[in-house]
């Protein structure tokens, strides 16, 4: 099982095209999205080929294997476009191989999960990516597909084998840990 999580598209049709060729490259088998899908928000400058058409027309393509979160950029208008639900504010994943272990789902910007030592806090938001554990928690951030902050390219997150990977979409590794 591989999961490619990605968050912080915002309307950028360039990138959206760069998440699924990595999708497939990585043979994912679900596309986890963090939220900031279409817009790009006031505090950011235009995304590379921004196109929000074109974006969700993409994302609709993959729609039976997207498990998405909602962003504070994403609005009831576009779930009007987008062929999948989008305006949760969080989610939650079981896996047997983790024993128990709970991945809980959300952008970052407001959400308090209820989370126990081993879980996993996976989100977006910052545009930073981040995978880290702190006070027992594992904490994972994909950065962002189309507006990376922090000096980091674009990037996404795979999870397989227990192992979370950040990477560009060059495939170098950024940043890896195992829960």
Request: hydrophobic fraction near 35%; glycine fraction near 8%.
């Amino acid at each position: 099982m591989i999961y490619l999580f990605a968050s912080d598209i915002h309307g950028s049709a360039y990138y959206m095209q760069q998440l699924m060729e990595a999708y497939k490259r990585n043979r994912a088998s679900r596309l986890i999205l963090l939220g900031d899908l279409l817009y790009h928000g006031p505090r950011n400058d235009l995304p590379r080929e921004y196109n929000p058409k074109k974006t969700y027309a993409l994302l609709n393509i993959l729609q039976e294997s997207i498990i998405c979160v909602k962003g504070n950029c994403d609005s009831e208008v576009d779930q009007m476009v987008l062929e999948f639900p989008i305006l949760s504010d969080y989610s939650s994943l079981f896996l047997d191989e983790l024993g128990g272990k709970m991945i809980y789902l959300t952008h970052g910007h407001h959400t308090k999960p209820p989370l126990k030592q081993g879980d996993i806090l996976v989100s977006g938001h910052t545009h930073i990516p981040m995978a880290t554990q702190q006070d027992g928690i594992f904490l994972v951030n994909p950065g962002s597909v189309a507006i990376p902050k922090g000096g980091f390219p674009p990037s996404y997150c795979i999870y397989k084998d227990r192992t979370f990977t950040i990477l560009d979409f060059d495939d170098n590794t950024l940043m890896e840990m195992s829960v």
